[in-house]
């Protein structure tokens, strides 16, 4: 398994928090601020990133309903 610095998504929260100790509590609520903040100029998704920046309202909607959908499978 690759360590978490190699995960795309986790940069960014690695270079928020230059601490060198991290709580799952820390990462979650980066993760959070990534999603609420989403920076289409920095994408993981190139997709995602262009529908950001044509609608954001439906991009929005879209994000949503996916992680509706996730949610039911999770719980």
Known sequence: MPSISQW????????????????IKSIIYDLLQLFMRANPNDPLNQAAADALQINQR?????????????????T
């Not at 795309?8 to 709580?23: F, G």
């Not at 439906?58 to 999770?74: A, K, M, P, V, Y």
């Open 58 to 74: 439906l991009f929005q909607q879209n994000i949503q309903g996916c992680l509706e959908s996730n949610w039911e499978r999770w």
């Open 8 to 23: 795309p998504l986790c940069k960014p929260v690695l270079t928020i928090n230059q601490k060198p100790v991290l709580t």
